[in-house]
């Protein structure tokens, strides 16, 4: 067994023994530390992109995984020991756990009816499991946020003491490493190959933490009642009730059940109630904030999430050695998500605008610095370039590049739609002559779909179209086109209108 499967291992054995101690709700009696049970969770994706996460959840986690009829929503069943490395997964936006699943759920005729079988439900539900999945999850926030503090304390002693003192910054990582199982974990989770893994979970916010000490003093001698709030997401048309109506009254079931406070902002415990047609999945949030928030710092007018950057690279199978670019890159959301999950290919981000590119640069630079951090000493660094350059006159050799994958310029935060028509078709001209003819492929992202279907058709010899998944970004209907590059050589256009003339 590996090291990380064994200080998994370690920690779930000592979560589980905390749970049957401190665990309000317990529907059977305790269950023993080395039993395992299985879960289901939930997770939020890219619209689009659901059968992508899909393959990384059966890729990564060995689990099957069934795509909802709500789309946007995957769910699988994991053993509770592989619930770190759910965190861990790069497509998914935002992750939790079912309490249960009505597939067919049937609806009263009348409003007060219905709501009175929502207030009914809360009583009903099989909520055990699910809480010691919450339960442990949390303790990931813990661990976390405890090692956040001291990298801040450390930080703040080097300030006052100038060069800063070497022995005290040695004390305090031994301090903390003393103990064998911690340290096990945080290598885990700071391990450089699991790279940016669970340090979403823990807000940015950490002048309002308590003392660690202090917290848990103050729950063995006076246990908190748990903050708690409701969420409702609905979609369907034949409802006769709204959102706020059903997470009110649902909400106000669960209070009375389990004696929580109710606190729509600093809450503890966030319950789902996700809705559609007659589905209807209750669940317990597993994340504070979108897992895509990762690898920018640096944002610009068009930034690109990082899940779905992460899609759109994973459509194209990139293979060892590759040479990837991205003649668009913006803040360099798609080369970065690619240096950090496939750092066997090289990366090129390349933009016409020199802010673009100096802020691709700082993303990629604070990556670094966040790496060195983790490892505690200097890294190798990404196989990542920024380059300044013009998309329609790249400095690359012809047939040079594996795989092109950008973000076009919708003609609305960035250009215009009238540009796009003579951007568009040199764009393609452009990327045909330095993607590897037979073998080269590109994934490219539009909203501007009339431009870009016109602008492909007359490069037939040399694209030819894979697939096209329908995406939704920031609210607007957007496609993702997979292209692969046929076997013709490429002509420059002088060439051909010479031929012509010889004719």
């Avoid at 530390?33 to 890219?46: K, L």
């Avoid at 009583?123 to 809480?131: A, F, R, T, Y």
């Avoid at 047939?399 to 215009?416: A, C, E, N, Q, Y």
């Amino acid at each position: 067994m590996s090291d990380v499967q064994e200080a998994t291992n370690q920690l779930l054995d000592v979560n589980l023994h905390e749970n049957q101690e401190s665990i309000q709700v317990m529907e059977s009696g305790p269950r023993s530390e080395s039993e395992q049970f299985q879960v289901t969770i939930g997770a939020t994706v890219p619209t689009g992109f659901e059968q992508t996460a899909a393959d990384e959840v059966t890729e990564k986690l060995g689990s099957s995984c069934q795509i909802s009829r709500d789309r946007g929503k995957i769910y699988f069943d994991i053993s509770v020991e592989s619930l770190a490395q759910v965190h861990c997964l790069r497509s998914v936006d935002n992750l939790f756990v079912v309490v249960q699943e009505f597939k067919d759920y049937q609806f009263k005729e009348t409003k007060e009816e219905v709501l009175k079988d929502f207030e009914e439900l809360a009583g009903k539900l099989p909520w055990s499991d699910p809480l010691k999945v919450w339960k442990i999850n949390t303790s990931f926030k813990k661990k976390k946020t405890k090692r956040k503090k001291i990298n801040q304390n450390s930080g703040k002693e080097k300030i006052d003491n100038g060069r800063g003192d070497k022995t005290d910054e040695r004390d305090v990582k031994k301090a903390f490493t003393s103990n064998p199982l911690d340290s096990h974990i945080l290598d885990y989770y700071e391990n450089p190959a699991i790279k940016e893994e669970v340090s979403t979970l823990v807000g940015d916010d950490l002048a309002s933490c308590k003392d660690e000490t202090d917290e848990s003093s103050k729950e063995e001698t006076n246990p908190e009642v748990l903050k708690f709030r409701v969420t409702c997401n609905r979609a369907g048309e034949k409802h006769c009730f709204s959102s706020n109506e059903a997470a009110r009254d649902f909400g106000g079931a669960v209070q009375e059940y389990f004696k929580w406070k109710a606190d729509m902002t600093n809450f503890d415990v966030e319950v789902l109630l996700n809705i559609h047609d007659h589905e209807i999945v209750v669940g317990i949030a597993l994340t504070e904030e979108s897992l895509h928030r990762r690898n920018i710092t640096h944002f610009g007018p068009t930034t690109l999430r990082s899940t779905v950057a992460y899609g759109m690279l994973r459509l194209c199978a990139p293979q060892p050695t590759d040479i990837i670019v991205d003649p668009m890159c913006g803040t360099g959301a798609i080369p970065i998500e690619g240096a950090t999950e496939w750092s066997n290919c090289y990366h090129i981000a390349g933009d016409n605008n020199p802010l673009a590119v100096n802020r691709a640069a700082n993303n990629i630079s604070s990556l670094l610095s966040k790496s060195q951090i983790k490892e505690g000493r200097p890294s190798w660094g990404l196989p990542i370039d920024a380059v300044q350059w013009d998309i329609c006159s790249l400095p690359l050799r012809t047939g040079s590049v594996d795989i092109i994958v950008t973000d076009m310029p919708f003609g609305k935060r960035m250009g215009s739609k009238k540009r796009n028509w003579n951007l568009y078709p040199a764009c393609l001209r452009e990327m045909s002559r330095v993607c590897r003819p037979g073998t080269g492929r590109a994934v490219l992202l539009t909203q501007d779909k009339k431009c870009f279907t016109k602008a492909l058709s007359g490069m037939g010899h040399v694209w030819r179209k894979v697939h096209t998944v329908w995406v939704n970004i920031g609210g607007l209907h957007a496609a993702v086109y997979l292209l692969k590059r046929t076997p013709q050589a490429f002509v420059h256009p002088s060439e051909q209108d010479g031929e012509r003339t010889l004719w």
